[in-house]
T-cell receptor
Framework: KQEVTQIPAALSVPEGENLVLNCSFT??????LQWFRQDPGKGLTSLLL?????REQTSGRLNASLDKSSGRSTLYIAASQPGDSATYLCAYNTNAGKSTFGDGTTLTVKP | NAGVTQTPKFRVLKTGQSMTLLCAQD?????MYWYRQDPGMGLRLIHY???????AKGEVPDGYNVSRLKKQNFLLGLESAAPSQTSVYFC??????????????FGSGTRLTVV
């Protein structure tokens, strides 16, 4: 049962473009939501963590938003660079401590 | 800080063989997790631990055992490996259950192939 959906599954953009990655979830008991980056053959690196009481978090060129009512989170990447090429996963954590991960969006930024 | 360290990074097993994957964290985190990652199925929780000496089953525990004898270490064992256990295994830790200000820290993974 898929409780987290990330669309699109893959995305290719030219360097310099701004882009948005989407994460949809069905559990309303969300406590926080975490965005990760995964490079090929590597582990998951945490990018941003948004608490359920927050609307957004920013780190450098990254901005993550959270809308509990619609069950959506977005990761905005400004002025994309080839080094941003990776798979981006979202995971939400419930009040009970349960975590569910999406399958990720694989991003390719072309020079 | 090293964070979360997994050993080995790669391993090939024959069906029926056993092995242990080691996870070590130096952040004094209470919670530790073992996940497997397979194409199209995302990350699935195998077992987890809420503190030294404790273990609990996750979503896909069959065929695996775990132990947490020391707070900093979490071991994942395969007693009789099967081809269905071919996967990438990730260890992760969290400071506490819901970690209001902290999320997961992941290791770099162990790529296991069972032939």
């Amino acid at each position: 049962k898929q409780e987290v959906t990330q669309i699109p599954a893959a995305l290719s953009v030219p360097e310099g473009e701004n882009l948005v990655l989407n994460c949809s979830f069905t559990d309303s008991a969300i406590y926080n939501l975490q965005w990760f980056r995964q490079d090929p053959g590597k582990g998951l690196t945490s990018l941003l963590l948004i608490q359920s009481s927050q609307r957004e978090q920013t780190s450098g060129r990254l901005n993550a938003s959270l809308d509990k009512s619609s069950g959506r989170s977005t990761l905005y990447i400004a002025a994309s660079q080839p080094g941003d090429s990776a798979t981006y996963l979202c995971a939400y954590n419930t009040n009970a401590g349960k975590s569910t991960f999406g399958d990720g969006t694989t991003l390719t930024v072309k020079p | 800080n090293a964070g979360v360290t997994q050993t080995p990074k790669f391993r090939v097993l024959k069906t029926g063989q056993s092995m242990t994957l080691l996870c070590a964290q130096d952040m004094n985190h209470e919670y530790m997790y073992w996940y497997r990652q397979d194409p199209g199925m995302g990350l699935r929780l195998i077992h987890y631990s809420v503190g030294e000496g404790t273990t609990a089953k996750g979503e896909v525990p069959d065929g695996y055992n775990v132990s947490r004898l020391k707070k900093q270490n979490f071991l994942l064992g395969l007693e009789s490996a099967a081809p269905s256990q071919t996967s990438v295994y990730f260890c992760a830790s969290k400071r506490d259950r819901v970690s209001r200000d902290y999320g997961y820290t992941f290791g770099s993974g162990t790529r296991l192939t069972v032939v």
